[in-house]
């Protein structure tokens, strides 16, 4: 999957990016996104304390290709991700 299959993907879903495809991922059901939630107001108000870091729901994480490896876009959804500056569009 190349930057440009990537950008043509629906907005309207979550997706990764496994092996060169393009995965739409399903809805977590509601007991995981009230621990997800629950678990991103608890770091939120934390790292708001700390004055340091971000904490943000299902954002597209990039991962960098490994040596050698010709693949082109990878990427995952995690449910949360914490990261010491603000991501602007994506994390990588």
Not at 1 to 25: I, Y
Not at 68 to 84: F, H, K, M, T
Request: hydrophobic share 40%.
């Amino acid at each position: 999957m190349t930057e440009v299959d990537w950008e043509s993907l629906p907005q309207d879903g979550r997706w990764e990016v496994v092996g060169g495809r393009a995965l739409l991922l399903p809805a977590n059901d509601l007991e995981h996104q009230y621990v997800c939630d629950a678990l991103m107001m608890s770091f939120g108000a934390k790292l708001k304390g700390l004055a340091f870091g971000h904490v943000v729901s299902a954002p597209n994480v990039r991962i960098p290709p490994r040596p050698g490896e010709l693949a082109g876009i990878r990427s995952r959804v995690p449910d949360l991700a914490v990261a010491q500056r603000k991501p602007h569009r994506l994390f990588r």
